[in-house]
């Protein structure tokens, strides 16, 4: 029969205990790792906002220019230029239904928002179109965001 001393350690018992301590490390480094993940995700889905909102001033823009095309003798003598103005002008003639076209276009809420802005104005053969809307979400707390766009008619 074989006897143990009491000065003799015992294998399980001497290192209880450290397990645990690995499963608390690692379970840490995933929490950093998952809530680095959630910020990047939400960092992306505001830069895909604020591009979507870009990419609409842009089609918006080249819209404006297409009626301003099919009307050129008038676009050319200034008759679309306008001011920075959110409020679309009345309905008239075919400037005015346009512009006011234009202007409402970009206020709907799939667009820019009812905070869209817009500018025109033309030289001998070129014209500018100048949009501006609230881009807070997407351009880091900044309100206003301004794009322009110049075309020979």
């Known amino acids: 029969m074989i006897r143990y001393s009491r000065t003799t350690p015992r294998g399980p018992r001497t290192v209880s205990g450290v397990g645990l301590i690995e499963v608390l ?3 840490v480094v995933l929490s950093f790792g998952m809530l680095g993940l959630a910020a990047m995700q939400a960092l992306a889905l505001r830069s895909s906002q604020s591009a979507l909102e870009r ?16 009307n050129r003798a008038v ?34 809420n799939q667009a820019l928002g009812g905070s ?15 949009v501006q809307w609230n881009d807070s979400r997407g351009n880091g707390g900044e309100d ?10």
């Open 25 to 27: 490390v690692a379970v």
């Open 55 to 70: 990419s609409q001033a842009v089609v918006l823009a080249y819209a404006i220019f297409d009626s301003m095309r099919a």
């Open 75 to 108: 676009a050319l003598i200034g008759g679309y230029d306008i001011p920075m103005t959110c409020a679309p002008p009345d309905t008239g003639d075919l400037v005015a239904n346009d512009l006011r076209r234009w202007i409402t276009s970009m206020q709907q």
């Open 116 to 130: 869209a802005c817009g500018q025109i104005t033309c030289g001998s053969l070129e014209c500018t179109v100048t």
């Open 144 to 153: 206003r965001h301004k794009m322009k766009t110049t075309t020979r008619l």
